[in-house]
């Protein structure tokens, strides 16, 4: 009965291309605008294919996903290890797009570009330096009259990949960090107030002289908001920008190799240009499933989103891939099974 | 079948419907008690009393404190009474006693128009017109005034406790006001005649008869303000400043129950963290069902004291 079922599904699939399939995913907030988006436009193209993913968040995603309730899952923070043993190993994380977290700030007094070192951003967010007139600030930024204000520190509230960016970034560049607060979608921060998401922290900022906190990436470019300069690990300061986004991907791949499970950090990678507060967002899908139409669709779609669907990336304010991680990406989604075949080939181009 | 057999049979299936009915709310609540209580339980076995009256909340390290939101709940609800009832009564006063009749369905619908207004556009308001008015005018006063105690001491950022206590006044205010005018209009007219027909003036009657005689009704009033200050989430949220420590001081940040859950539901993703989380709300249901409990009692207290007084008139 069952193989009846399979042949006749396969019979349909090879005749005609407009058999539904209907793919559900859940998962990171994140990346929730660029996902529609793709569905949008991936769907406009394949009309057969339909798609919904709900932004509920990456802890709710990654349960929906470990309880099989979804097909893909979305997490800005990768699977810990028990959690992946849960599943019998049985977990992919595909990076499908960039982001990263910048420094903004509020000092109606200053109208040049702050400049930020690695062990400032560290003792700001440590509460060591309290003050924006503090001797080392002012020794990085020459010819700036910095005020002598208190630095408000402002942080998300809310559980957020956000954070996790900020906190990983804080994780390697300060050791005190790592051992002290450690890195989170929610840590115990050790000063500050919290603003719930990149609206809360922004208008708070915005609203507080003095005030220090970080918001995502995109969000910063479409508000126009001013934002620090970061020292990368090749003592550049770097003026946070996709392509700064996507150098920052390119530098942390000599680190990968092309065996990787991609459950990497990015922050403070090598590379001149690279920007250091990055992060991949992750599309969790299985090694095998049980449905082989969903399964091609869902590949097939995958594939394109790392392809095609790159180019939206900028307009929507999130950094793509670099180019060369497609191929390392291809050899995963070839690998995916469905009862032990696999069912997707890298296409030509 | 006899007509009165199905007189019987009719009355036997309407009672059982209605117990059913009855017994759904209690069956719902203690399902609703039972589930946070199993799904807080790993962090019921895990940390004990201390979950209860330590401050560290830390999902890094996995340690889980919860003082800091029962305090914050608890005192940004008082704040919030104690800025709002003097109000919410003083505009039902007038509505009933003093307002011309156009200004009565005028006032009266506009604040109760306030209850309309979502949450999170409270939040808004406050982030952008409450913080930056508290921080030109009402701080600088409370720090001239009461600056010297510790309730007013320490920066303000402009998130904090007092920020939340506004906002959740002008949120709890159209109920209180709404419910104690329908009280004050139910006082008999024959009551104040008496005491005006006594020689007692419009403020005499009105402290001294009409409140009293409504005072049960206020009360009530006022815990239907109350539960609602307990649980409101997202306004709060946008202004208390999510720090989770207990400080003494009104302008510093804090933090509360229902808050913490809806900032970090979504992103917990270990299972002693949800646990945590769940164990948060079943205190938030313990305190509410404790706070309301203390009211209850309040009024029974205050109506056997009414009673009293109207005896000895």
């Known amino acids: 009965m069952r193989s009846m079922l399979a042949a006749l599904l396969l019979v349909t699939a090879a005749g005609c ?42 802890g709710g995603g990654i349960r929906q996903f470990s309880d099989g309730t979804v097909d893909f899952g979305g997490s800005d923070a990768p699977m810990n290890d028990s959690a992946i043993a849960a599943l019998n190993n049985n977990v992919l994380h595909i990076p499908t797009v960039l982001g990263a977290d910048v ?50 520190i402002v942080y998300r509230s809310d559980g957020s990949g956000t954070t996790y960016i900020w906190t990983d970034y804080l994780s390697k560049i300060s050791p005190e960090w790592a051992e002290r607060v450690g890195r989170g979608t929610s840590v115990s921060w050790p000063v500050g107030i919290g603003g719930r998401g990149n609206e809360g922290v922004a208008g708070t900022v915005r609203q507080t002289p003095g005030a220090a906190g970080y918001v995502e990436l995109g969000y910063a470019l479409i508000n126009n908001m001013p934002a620090g300069l970061l020292r990368n690990r090749a003592g550049n300061f770097i003026e946070p920008t996709i392509p700064a986004v996507t150098a920052a991907a390119a ?74 991680m497609q191929s390392w990406i291809a050899d995963r989604l070839a690998a995916i099974t469905v009862e032990g075949e696999t069912v997707w080939q890298r296409p030509d181009r | 079948m006899t007509a009165r057999g199905t007189r019987t049979v009719g009355d036997t299936v309407f009672r059982v419907v209605l117990t059913a009915f009855a017994l759904v709310i209690p069956a719902v609540m203690l399902a609703l008690v039972l589930e946070l209580g199993l799904q807080a339980w790993p962090s019921i076995t895990r940390f004990g009393a201390k979950f209860l009256f330590t401050s560290t909340w830390d999902p890094v390290a996995e340690i889980y404190g919860a003082a800091p939101m029962i305090f914050g709940t608890l005192v940004s609800s008082l704040l919030a009474l104690l800025l709002a009832v003097p109000l919410a009564v003083g505009t039902a006063i ?44 009402v701080v600088p006063v409370l720090e001239a005034t009461l600056g ?151 009024v029974w207290r205050v109506a056997r004291g009414s009673a009293a007084g109207s005896t000895a008139l």
């Open chain 1, 251 to 324: 530098g942390a791949m000599a680190m990968m190799g092309p065996d990787t499970d991609f459950r990497v950090s990015i922050t403070d990678p090598e590379g001149a240009d690279a920007y250091p507060a990055a992060s991949f967002t992750w599309l969790l899908m299985h090694r095998e499933y049980t449905d082989q139409l969903k399964t091609r669709a869902l590949i097939d779609f995958v594939w394109w989103v790392l392809t095609d669907g790159q180019v939206v990336g900028p307009e929507l304010g999130y950094a793509p891939l670099p180019a060369q």
């Open chain 1, 103 to 152: 420094l903004v700030y509020n000092l109606p007094e200053v109208t040049t570009t702050l400049r930020f070192t690695q062990d400032v951003v560290a003792d700001m967010f440590l509460g060591r330096i309290t003050r924006w007139h503090d001797a080392r600030l002012r020794a990085i930024n020459p010819g700036v009259t910095l005020p002598d204000r208190p630095i408000i």
């Open chain 2, 94 to 137: 007038f509505l009933t006693e003093f307002s011309p009749t156009w200004m009565r369905r005028t006032v009266g619908t506009l604040v109760e128009l306030l209850a309309a207004i979502p949450s999170v556009v409270y939040g808004l308001w406050g982030i952008f017109v409450l913080i930056p008015l508290l921080r030109r005018f």
């Open chain 1, 17 to 58: 291309s407009s058999e539904t399939v209907f793919l559900n995913g859940a998962g990171a907030t994140f990346p929730n605008i660029i996902y529609q988006r793709w569905m949008l436009d991936y769907n406009g193209m394949h009309p057969n294919v339909q798609m919904n993913y709900q932004s509920i968040g990456s």
């Open chain 2, 148 to 298: 010297w105690t510790p309730l007013v001491s320490g920066e303000f950022y402009g998130n904090s406790m007092i920020a939340a206590g506004f906002i959740l006044a002008i949120m709890i205010l159209p109920y209180i006001a709404t419910v104690s005018r329908e009280v004050l209009q139910a006082v008999p007219t024959s009551q104040r005649d008496a005491a005006l027909a006594l020689g007692a003036t419009r403020w005499e009657a009105v402290w001294s008869v009409q409140l009293p005689y409504a005072r049960t009704g206020i009360v009530g009033a006022i815990i239907l303000g109350l539960g609602r200050a307990l649980g409101e989430t997202m306004a709060v949220t946008m202004v208390i400043g999510n720090r989770h420590e207990i400080s003494t001081s009104i302008l510093e940040p804090g933090y509360t129950m229902a808050s913490v859950i809806a900032n970090e539901f979504a992103e917990a993703t270990t299972s002693l963290y949800l646990s945590a989380l769940f164990e948060i709300g079943l205190v938030l249901f313990g305190v509410t069902v404790v706070v309301n409990a203390f009211a209850r009692l309040l």
